[in-house]
């Protein structure tokens, strides 16, 4: 396939833009440090623009000052990162499709809140809401100031974040490609923009079909984090691949292809789809509270022995109640089970299985547990929308040890025994949430 680089005039300078293929426009944002020319010497990249290319103008570019593109700058903002893409789009055909990945993500977003005319369809590859919770405070301190000290170590350590399943050969090759393409300080200025985005409150305003694909294991941004994304966009398909690569041209590369071929060649369909169907269901969402802390505590060997255990036997559990694990992405689980009286035994179980174990061999994490009983709509990757949030917000609000339930959710069991009613301001909620504390011990 032809591909030709031409230079486009933005507010910011004079940016080089890479495009190939026929079709209605599918633009790629900024994401990562990045060449449009160079990218395309590596043989599994350019394999994966080329397939989109066969029914799409692919369109890419460099940010000012990067790449091909002429002399200037860009301030790592959201807001900078949005009207580069605005710029670029509004000089094509609209409205265009978007594909945003990870940090390009949020910037798509934006745009397609702000600008609707502009965007028909949306596909977020790997997106966050928010850059704050891609990681703990200390390890984004850690891995920036890596990146401006050390950039050799520093981009031997993204590239295992980003592929860690890619051949030596490629590895080797991006690391190099990395510290050619950006000094240490522009990387890390990047690295500062990925966790300090925030598209929380455009989410909901988009209102251009969407399309979200994620890898379970993706290492660079949690699985969990993409799929609250697409439960907090009105028109949104999520769905789960396999695979801990970060770039959807490494590994099962045709199977990402497939799937936004049939999401983009759909575009002639009726805009206002109809309501999707809704699953009753109780959630369980848990999680290991200062697993760092007793890491250290314990040693590298039995906290492996013990995170073997604690999945084993809360797998176990699961099982026995009738639950269906969705995701165990970080710390924990998200369970969904169809009875939520079984939703709310196996919580209790597990937290007896905790104590059990801390009685008779001296150490055991503290898990937390959350509980929220409604209907959402049922995915390939297993349910998105408000009640998974709420359950997922619900469990980050208790305490290690503590099995924390929505009211209507304990209302719904008059037998059990609970806590005072507890008023709850979670984060991405806007209404306050009433909770209890079940009485498990």
């Known amino acids: 396939m032809r591909h030709e680089v031409r230079f486009l005039d933005v507010d910011s300078g004079r940016i080089a833009c890479g495009m190939s293929g026929a079709g209605k426009p599918l633009v790629i944002p900024c994401s990562w440090v990045g060449d449009v020319q160079e990218l395309l010497g590596w043989p599994s990249f350019r394999f994966f623009i080329d397939a989109l290319g066969h029914e799409h103008s692919v369109v890419r570019f460099d940010r000012p000052g990067s790449g091909l593109s002429g002399p200037g700058s860009l301030p790592a903002t959201l807001e900078a990162e949005e009207r580069l893409l605005e710029s670029v789009v509004e000089q094509l055909e609209a409205p265009v499709s978007l594909f945003g990945m990870s940090c390009g993500a949020c910037s798509a977003v934006a745009l397609a809140a702000k600008r609707p005319e502009l965007v028909d369809r949306l596909v977020l590859w790997a997106p966050y809401a928010n850059g704050a919770e891609i990681t703990t405070p200390a390890i984004r301190e850690?891995?920036?100031?890596?990146?401006?000290?050390?950039?050799?170590?520093?981009?031997?350590?993204?590239?295992?974040?980003?592929?860690?399943?890619?051949?030596v050969g490629d590895q080797r090759a991006f690391a190099e490609a990395q510290r050619r393409l950006a000094t240490a300080e522009e990387s890390a200025r990047l690295l500062t923009l990925v966790y300090d985005v925030d598209v929380t409150d455009m989410l909901e305003d988009v209102a251009a079909p969407t399309?979200?694909?994620?890898?379970?294991?993706?290492?660079?941004?949690?699985?969990?984090?993409?799929?609250?994304?697409?439960?907090?966009?009105?028109?949104?398909?999520?769905?789960?691949?396999?695979?801990?690569?970060?770039?959807?041209?490494?590994?099962?590369?045709?199977?990402?292809?497939?799937?936004?071929?049939?999401?983009?060649?759909?575009?002639?369909?009726?805009?206002?789809?109809?309501?999707?169907?809704?699953?009753?269901?109780?959630?369980?969402?848990?999680?290991?509270?200062?697993?760092?802390?007793?890491?250290?505590?314990?040693?590298?060997?039995?906290?492996?022995?013990?995170?073997?255990?604690?999945?084993?036997?809360?797998?176990e559990l699961f099982a026995e109640h009738g639950g269906d694990e969705i995701d165990n992405a970080g710390d924990g689980f998200f369970v969904a089970f169809s009875s939520t009286e079984a939703a709310l035994e196996c919580a209790i179980a597990v937290q007896r299985a905790l104590t059990t174990h801390r009685h008779d061999h001296g150490f055991a994490p503290q898990v937390r547990i959350g509980v929220h009983a409604s209907a959402a709509i049922r995915t390939d990757g297993g349910f998105v929308g408000r009640s998974v949030n709420e359950a997922a917000r619900i469990a980050q609000a208790a305490s290690g040890g503590e099995i924390l339930v929505s009211r209507e959710t304990a209302e719904a069991i008059p037998s059990l025994a609970c806590s005072d009613v507890r008023v709850l301001h979670l984060k991405g909620l806007a209404d306050p949430v009433e909770v209890v504390a079940l009485e498990w011990r």
Do not use: K, N
């Open 211 to 315: 399309l979200v694909l994620h890898r379970r294991g993706d290492r660079a941004i949690p699985f969990a984090l993409g799929r609250d994304a697409a439960s907090r966009m009105r028109d949104s398909r999520f769905v789960a691949l396999r695979g801990r690569d970060h770039f959807p041209w490494i590994g099962d590369s045709a199977d990402v292809v497939r799937h936004m071929r049939s999401f983009l060649e759909a575009r002639s369909r009726v805009p206002e789809p109809a309501e999707r169907p809704r699953e009753p269901a109780a959630f369980v969402f848990t999680d290991l509270v200062g697993s760092t802390a007793l890491l250290e505590a314990v040693g590298d060997d039995a906290w492996h022995d013990l995170r073997d255990w604690h999945d084993r036997t809360l797998r």
């Open 142 to 167: 850690s891995l920036t100031s890596l990146v401006r000290a050390h950039w050799g170590l520093g981009s031997s350590t993204i590239v295992d974040l980003l592929i860690p399943d890619a051949s």
